[in-house]
């Protein structure tokens, strides 16, 4: 079992079985969440922000890293992090634009768009 230390007070090493902030950060993302128009939650939703929304405490966090690690799926929650950010980005432009409204009007995402063989896409 592999955990993290910091340095107490007295110097002494305090062991936890995950990174302190992460649990933090966690429980600020929900708190944070439910404060978003409903069409930007539905959207973060469908990129799978509820894998972050989860792990609120140590021992989920724990579990879930030897999830990605026993099934070698880290680069997998590198790609969903990504995705997340740049939704985080473009309603960020949305919203200077003013124009939080039409953003429901953005087509949902589609990771496997450029291998679908549909015939708008062959003369690619």
């Known amino acids: ?3 993290y ?7 002494k ?3 936890q079985i995950a990174h302190p902030s992460l649990s933090k950060s966690a429980i600020e993302l929900q708190a944070l969440f439910v404060t978003l128009p ?3 939650q539905t959207r973060l939703l469908k990129e799978d922000i509820e894998l972050f929304l989860q792990c609120d405490n140590d021992v989920d966090l724990y579990s879930f890293r030897e999830y990605l690690i026993k ?7 590198l790609t969903l992090s990504e995705r997340i950010n740049t939704e985080l980005e473009l309603a960020l432009h949305i919203i200077k634009l003013n124009a939080l ?8 995402r ?3 768009f450029y291998r679908i063989k549909e015939q708008k896409y062959e003369s690619i």
Do not use: A, H, I
């Not at 409204?101 to 949902?108: A, G, R, V």
């Open 101 to 108: 409204e039409s953003y429901k009007f953005l087509p949902d």
């Open 71 to 77: 099934k070698n799926m880290q680069y997998t929650l």
């Open 110 to 112: 589609n990771v496997n």
């Open 38 to 40: 409903e069409t930007l």
């Open 13 to 15: 090493e305090n062991y």
């Open 5 to 11: 230390y910091k340095m107490d007070e007295s110097g």
């Open 1 to 3: 079992m592999d955990f």
